[in-house]
């Protein structure tokens, strides 16, 4: 009679362990949503734990889904998004217009037609030579990738295996930020990137007709020249009439 008290009292916490009351969800929820709103960085799952002593990644991941469904039922202008590896408010893509109104574009967002060019290559052909850019673009890109990589949009992520062992360059956490990004691999499908220009098309064989029709379609027609309608006939000159007095 004695032990099934004990084993009721071994069973207990276990059960309760992994139970979190409405309560304490959102506390966690409110904590995180503090975090958050006072940074424009994203901030990792590992940091948010840190920061907020809690004890599991879950909790991140169950304030995160709490948080947004909130504002998904308040109607609210934002969200929390993944992105470079970390959570970040971030306000929905339909008030793009009313924002861009409000606030002048950022200076990494004023990127000239061949910077872009230039980052889209690096993007899509990360790790790749400066060689390979110029060849692509067909100019000089020295002045460019410095910029870029001024903006630290991009960086330099290594030494290629070939005679003089020139760098590699790649983009940063700082370009998935700046364009929105979870990751490379959301980046929008290129693949005229990553395919060899394509080739000629063969020149077609001679053909097998005779040469005679070959000319006729080929050789415009001209009319034969034509004889005067009244000729001069061959001979001496026509006398003068004579002038009477």
């Known amino acids: 009679m004695s032990e ?6 071994d069973e207990s916490p276990v059960d309760q362990s992994d139970d979190i009351s409405p309560q304490a969800a959102s506390d966690i929820a409110a904590t995180v949503e503090a975090i958050l709103f006072s940074t ?3 901030i990792t799952a590992a940091k948010i734990l840190q920061v907020a002593e809690l004890s599991s990644k879950k909790e991140v991941t169950e304030a995160v889904d709490i948080l947004n469904a909130r504002y998904e039922e308040s109607g609210s202008a934002f969200r929390i998004e993944m992105i470079a590896g970390g959570y970040r408010l971030q306000t929905l893509e339909a008030y793009h ?3 861009s109104r409000l606030f002048k574009a950022k200076s990494e967002s004023k990127l000239s037609q061949p910077a872009m060019e230039t980052l889209s290559i690096v993007a899509y052909r990360q790790p790749v030579l400066r060689a390979d850019i110029e060849a692509i673009r067909g ?3 020295g002045e460019v990738l410095r910029g870029l990589m001024e903006k630290m949009l991009i960086k330099i992520v290594g030494r290629a295996e070939v005679i003089g062992r020139p760098m590699l360059y790649g983009t940063t956490r700082r370009f998935l930020e700046v364009f929105g990004l979870a990751s ?3 980046l929008p499908r290129a ?3 990553r395919q060899a220009p394509p080739k000629k098309a063969p020149t077609p064989p001679p053909s097998d007709e005779p040469d005679d029709q070959a000319d006729d379609t080929d050789t415009p027609k001209t009319d034969p020249p034509t004889e005067p309608e009244h000729p001069e006939a061959p001979g001496e000159p026509e006398a003068a009439e004579p002038v009477s007095d």
């Open 4 to 9: 099934s008290p004990a084993k009721k009292n």
């Open 40 to 42: 424009d960085s994203p």
């Open 97 to 99: 217009q009313v924002l």
């Open 139 to 141: 100019v000089a890109c």
């Open 184 to 186: 490379l691999s959301d």
């Open 191 to 193: 693949d005229e990137l």
